[in-house]
């Protein structure tokens, strides 16, 4: 199997606390991007000290209480599925602060963390604040939810996006990277994909490739499954009958998403 592709755990971690996934700069090739996905059951916590990391706490499914041991936010979350396609609440969490998420009910939770020294306030992304765009044509749509954006001051380094591709399109596509901290043209920012299928069986096809080809993977991805992108293009084809989502996180140096597209295949984006 791919070193770039993560399978989920399904072993219970602690009483009522699954550890899904737990990508860290110890088991993976990421500096700057940390990703954890925790299912909770009923009632169950998550306890966390996070040291010099910046965290995002998203509700993906189910409802959670989330406290930074200063302020406590309840009953989190919108959604028993992703493909309701409705957009979801997360708490922003700064370094060097403990936060604890309770379960309400059963609950899947990812947390996005990238390395920060500046503490921020802690801050709720409520669902109706969180952007929807809608981008590209023809076999190329897709929706986008953006909870922490480059230009949004509430985190330093963390991106976190939500993308949502129907059957038989194609996303992050044309093919784009941003592995290079040559600003302004283009920036450096590790990313991971964690991603999911509807219906549960689906499955997409995932190829992370760089200019000299170092890295030419191409990955079957199933569902819960996570993708590691250190650096090279990564588009996402999604196979006739089944909705591809997925959940990215990006950081780097720099908090600019700057990509740039693999000259061979932008000329998809000149047609009329
Ligand atoms: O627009 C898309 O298809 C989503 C991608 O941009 C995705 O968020 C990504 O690859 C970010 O670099």
Redesign the pocket.
């Known amino acids: 199997m791919s070193k770039l592709l993560r399978k989920p755990n399904t072993e219970e971690t602690s009483a009522g606390v699954t550890i899904v996934h737990d990508v860290t700069s110890g088991n993976s090739p990421l500096e700057y991007v940390r990703f954890k996905v925790v299912d909770l059951a009923p009632g169950a916590l998550y306890k966390e000290e996070l040291g010099k990391w910046e965290c995002c706490i998203v509700a993906l499914t189910g409802k959670i209480n989330v406290t930074d041991q200063e302020q406590t936010f309840e009953n989190l979350g919108t959604r028993e599925s992703v493909f309701e396609k409705k957009p979801t609440d997360s708490v922003y969490v700064s370094n060097d602060r403990t936060f604890e998420v309770t379960a309400v009910n059963s609950a899947r939770v990812v947390l996005c963390y990238s390395p920060s020294e500046k503490q921020l306030p802690t801050k709720l992304i409520k669902a109706e604040n969180v952007g929807v765009e809608h981008?590209?044509k023809y076999n190329n749509k897709?929706m986008?939810h953006n909870m922490l954006t480059d230009s949004d001051s509430s985190a330093n380094s963390l991106l976190v996006?939500e993308?949502y591709?129907d059957g038989g399109n194609w996303?992050?596509?044309p093919p784009?990277k941003?592995d290079q901290d040559n600003l302004p043209h283009e920036s450096f920012?590790e990313?991971t994909y964690y991603h999911e299928m509807n219906p549960r069986q689906g499955f997409v096809f995932q190829r992370v490739y760089t200019d000299d080809r170092s890295i030419d993977e191409t990955m079957t991805v199933e569902n819960g499954d996570v993708v590691l992108v250190p650096a090279g293009y990564?588009p996402?084809g999604v196979p006739d009958g089944y909705d591809s989502y997925y959940l990215?996180v990006?950081a780097g140096p720099t908090k600019i998403?700057k990509?740039h597209n693999d000259p061979a295949h932008e000329w998809i984006l000149d047609r009329k």
């Open positions: 981008r590209g897709r986008v996006v993308v591709t996303s992050s596509y784009h941003h920012l990313e990564h996402v990215n990006m998403w990509f």
